[in-house]
């Protein structure tokens, strides 16, 4: 079950102005961290007081209403341990009591809290959904842009006509130094189009598929699924058997007199109008490498299959059976093409440790599974077949040592959820697959019961955002497959961390709330948007939250960047641990550079809960 901590958290439903009110003592101010954007009618609602020191006994807090009534006070209860050296005292408030739709804040210990509503989770969280597939639309390459607020402008046409290369070779301590000349070894290939990965311009087989599956399994078929299904078309050439890996090079080299990707902060129609030629330092970044896959191996066979089995089921929503074969077929030969003996180490990204992936029967059992649900649907016979693969690497998945919960890295949740649904309900992997959604969600309730602001993230590591949101939408995953609920309160409480209530109190979705990254590592943003949080912004980008303290050292950015704060200051400092920061600053990509992969993860999870 779900960490409660009973001696802090007080159930009350007592209305008027609570007559002990304390205020906090003398120093930092206290704070109120809630969910920004806000809670669900019947949710389960925490919001936390921080402060430099545990209230008294007798201190109080009050929920107030838009016109100022209160309907909701109580007693704070005693203190659950401290954030930091400033925030020495953590109080839980239960809020659940207030059901009632509206706008509220709430009061304790000096302190007011930033506004939130209670109202349908559809009316709050779908809003959210469709800003998440906006900033894909942002993250759009080639002809067919969405110019928006951002002013994007069509870019990278140099890619319909792309040379091949032979897999990169890196060194160096992070093994991210182009350590050898780039070899030419076929083309030219079409691989126009496509989403930018996150604040830079390169383009990744790995992290699209994610994405795209992600967003057909929530829901949002429609033109954005579709640009990046063509997208992924181009990258998987069925007839030839070959995957393509990845567009455009992010690690240049100044020895080989290379500019990569991350060595210049431009606008991405910039790089078309280059003057350059063979030998040119810049040559990369407009006649961009197209790196294969060398062989195919599973994850990326199973995500792509995934995305394209995914792709037939929606084409056959709309009744669209010509589009559907087609997705269909391309799923089909992906899957069929893929290694799953003497593996070796996982294509994700050149260089590897951009990426550091080493699951892959996860994305078999994806692939599988939704290539049975497809071929079901178009009558293939060849159904029960992949059926019985996606049960087959679902056990091999479950005998691994590679199991971790929902993210880039690890699928099986999505995977499970769907097998579940396909298997007939006396199938003894069911219940496997059951326990293994419960292994996930129980690793989340225990981490969650050593942090005092009720978060299973670790803050002072990659991905808080996107972990929190994949805890969020596992939840929802379990509660559909079982109609167990006994995750739902865990499942919310990593929403709410994700959306304002973490020590920062900083919504790690852009213009999701009322505290959100101005700054983010991204460089359309950076050059056309605004830099104070107005607009334009990159509404529904997620950032990746925040990292370990030591991840903050030697930070830099390229020449042209707009300096984001502009005073240089950090406006969260004060909410800064000894391991964690988050840092608002163009040049902190460990905190704030938007990704597809946390994107669409937070899609999913918005997605399931509104619905």
Known sequence: MVRVVVSVLVLLAVVGVPSGAVAAPPGDPAVIRVDQVGYGSAEAKRAYLLAPRALPASATFSVRDARGRTVLSGRVGSGAGGWNDRYRAVHVLDLSAVRAAGT?????????????RVAPAHQLFAPLADDALAFFAVQRDGAHVVPGALHRRAAHLADRSATVYDVPQFTGDGGDELAAPLRAIGGPVDVEGGWFDAGDFVKFTHTTAYSVAALLVAGRAGDETEHGLRWLDKMWDAERGVLYAQVGIGTGSEELGLLG???????????????????????????????????????LAGRVCAAFALGAQAALRRGD?????????????????????????????????????????????????????????????????????ATRWADVYLGSDSRDTLNLYDTSAIAHAELIAALRPGDATRGRLVADLRRQLDAGVAAAAGNV??????????????????????????????????????????????????????SLM?????EF????????????????????????????????????????????????????ANRFAAFDRADARFLDDVRAWPSVEPALDFTATAALALSLTAA
């Open 104 to 116: 509220y804040t709430v009061r304790a210990g000096g302190a007011v809290s930033p506004a939130f």
């Open 517 to 568: 990254a101005h700054c983010p590592q991204h460089q359309v943003a950076n050059l056309s948007g605004s830099l104070t949080g107005g607009r334009p912004i990159i509404r529904g980008a997620v950032v990746n939250g925040p990292n370990g303290a030591d991840n903050f050292t030697d930070l830099g950015i390229p020449d042209g960047a707009r300096a984001c704060p502009a005073d240089g």
């Open 321 to 389: 059976r010509a589009a559907a074969r087609h997705w269909f077929a391309e799923a089909a030969s992906v899957y069929a093409a893929a290694r799953t003996t003497d593996v070796g180490e996982l294509v994700t990204a050149y260089p590897h440790a951009y990426y550091p992936e080493d699951s892959w029967a996860d994305d078999m059992e994806y692939g599988a599974v939704e290539l049975a649900r497809a071929a079901r649907q178009l009558g293939d016979g060849r159904a029960g077949g992949w059926l019985r693969d």
């Open 261 to 299: 990707d991350h060595d210049v902060w431009r606008l991405p129609e910039d790089d078309d109008a280059r003057r350059t030629g063979p030998g040119d330092d810049e040559f990369f970044l407009k006649y961009r490498p197209v790196f294969i896959a060398g062989a195919v191996t599973p994850n």
């Open 453 to 506: 602001l009720g978060h299973a993230a670790d803050v002072a590591d990659f991905d808080a955002a996107s972990r929190s949101f994949g805890f969020a939408a596992t939840a929802q995953l379990y509660r559909a497959v079982t109609g167990d609920r006994r995750y739902d309160t865990f499942g919310t409480a990593q929403r709410n961390f994700a959306l304002g209530v973490n020590g920062w109190g900083v």
């Open 510 to 514: 852009i213009g999701a709330g009322t």
